[in-house]
């Protein structure tokens, strides 16, 4: 199933030109770029590896490519994802975030249902 | 050449209107205005300036695809304006449209090579990294290569730079600066680099009279002038320090002018005696220029050797 979180999820995806763009927009607006990537993509987990660190004194896109080449290299089958870091004061957030890797195969969001006290039902999903 | 690709070209460039259009005369004008000297330097720029005028037209009518390589070696001595000049380099290559952002990193051995086993190439990468889409600068780029040692981490960083000055060409240029005949050596040691630098310009050191000129221009920046005397004791100063050890051409100059500016400073507020003006207060004076360590033989460590020199 095919997992959407992040901006520009719900489209194909996106080219590495259309990811230079990306960039370079979040550049523009002086935010820092950075890579992360995880085996575990669901929903609950927000906290992805990160592939080094932040690159706050990032001029030109070209210089995340290589990161993400080089991360894609290593992890083929991981879901990676650019985020852009606003470190304004007020802000201090990840202000844009989308996934630019996907495993070629992804796994389902599974729905459980269980029984708890009382006859009473709850839900829980796992990735397999 | 195929035929339907052609259409979409044009059949003649005007090269004065590209020469126009690229904004290339501004970057040339402000060379000559702000470098003082320098001729073989501005001769080489504005011919390296030709050049990528005339293999962008070429580009346009789909004479070339290649992108040429544009990675420089600048050698000279110190303070001859290497930095400076690699500075408006970016600028020009920005203009002309061979580098996206046009911003230079300067960096010397230390920011490339690690101090232990893995850390070398992660930093390289690092710096590499910041210098995507503008120009590397790299000062005293000789010693990188540390031949009598063997497991010098510097050959690893070569390696990563070598790949990267050939595999993205488009995205950056290396500039490689220092001392002529080290530079020499290191690329007769790393035939890799000497077949990538394709543009080499040399740096001649300033004459007396340049010097003198440049100083002017220094302290017209920071709004002093000299008086008449200053002057003509600076016109002194600078043979003397030349012979001097450690002289670095325009830096040393500098250094005097700031070290003048420290005595004007001591000598106004411990001879003023009441208000001053303007023009006092942007005065460099005979005195200030004649109290330097130069006039009376240099520094106390060289003072033995350079005693006849000096006086």
Redesign the interface.
């Known amino acids: 199933m095919r997992i959407t979180q992040g901006c520009f999820s719900f489209l194909p995806d996106l080219t590495d030109e259309q990811i230079t763009a990306q960039i370079e927009y979040i550049l523009g607006r002086e935010w820092a770029v950075s890579l992360e990537y995880t085996y575990d993509p669901h929903p609950r987990n927000t906290y992805w590896e990160m592939w080094g660190n932040p690159m706050f004194d990032l001029r030109d896109a070209k210089g995340a490519m290589m990161e993400l080449d080089e991360c894609r290299k290593v992890h083929p089958e991981a879901y990676i994802r650019v985020q852009a870091f606003d470190d304004t004061r007020g802000f201090e957030t990840v202000m844009m975030s989308f996934i630019v890797n996907r495993p070629p195969e992804e796994p389902k969001i599974h729905m459980q249902r269980t029984d708890v006290r009382g006859r009473s039902q709850t839900y829980a999903w796992d990735v397999r | 050449m195929s035929t339907e690709s052609e259409e979409a070209r044009p059949q003649t460039i005007d090269l004065a209107a590209e020469y126009e259009e690229s904004g290339f005369a501004e970057v040339l004008d402000e060379l000559d205005r702000t470098l003082i000297g320098l001729a073989p330097v501005k001769q080489r720029i504005r011919e390296t300036a030709a050049l990528l005028l005339v293999d962008r037209a070429r580009q346009k009518m789909g004479l070339s695809h290649e992108t040429p390589t544009l990675h420089m070696s600048f050698t000279g001595n110190p303070g001859t304006g290497k930095t400076t000049v690699a500075n408006m380099m970016a600028g020009l290559l920005h203009r002309l449209g061979y580098v996206?952002?046009g911003?230079l990193v300067t960096v010397t051995r230390d920011d490339l090579v690690g101090q232990y086993i893995g850390h070398t190439a992660p930093k390289t990468?690092e710096v590499?990294?910041?210098a995507?889409?503008?120009v590397l600068f790299i000062d005293e780029a000789y010693y990188l290569y540390k031949p009598d040692n063997e497991r010098d981490y510097g050959q690893e960083a070569i390696e990563i730079l070598l790949q990267v000055m050939e595999n993205?060409r488009d995205?950056l240029v290396v500039i490689m600066a220092g001392y002529a005949d080290r530079m020499d050596r290191f690329f007769a040691a790393n035939p890799g680099f000497r077949s990538r630098i394709a543009h080499h310009i040399d740096f001649p050191d300033y004459t007396d009279a340049e010097l003198l000129e440049i100083s002017k221009s220094m302290l017209d920046a920071q709004n002093y002038k000299f008086d008449k005397q200053a002057e003509k004791s600076m016109a002194e100063y600078i043979p003397l320090r030349r012979k001097q050890p450690h002289f670095a051409n325009a830096r040393s100059i500098r250094n005097a002018l700031d070290r003048a500016r420290l005595r004007q400073a001591n000598r106004l507020f411990t001879q003023a005696k009441g208000p001053l003006d303007a023009a006092a207060l942007s005065t460099i004076a005979e005195a200030d220029i004649r109290a330097s360590r130069v006039f009376s033989g240099g520094l106390d460590v060289d003072k033995g050797t350079n005693k006849d020199a000096a006086e």
């Open positions: 996206r952002k911003h990468r590499l990294k910041k995507m889409g503008g993205n995205d």
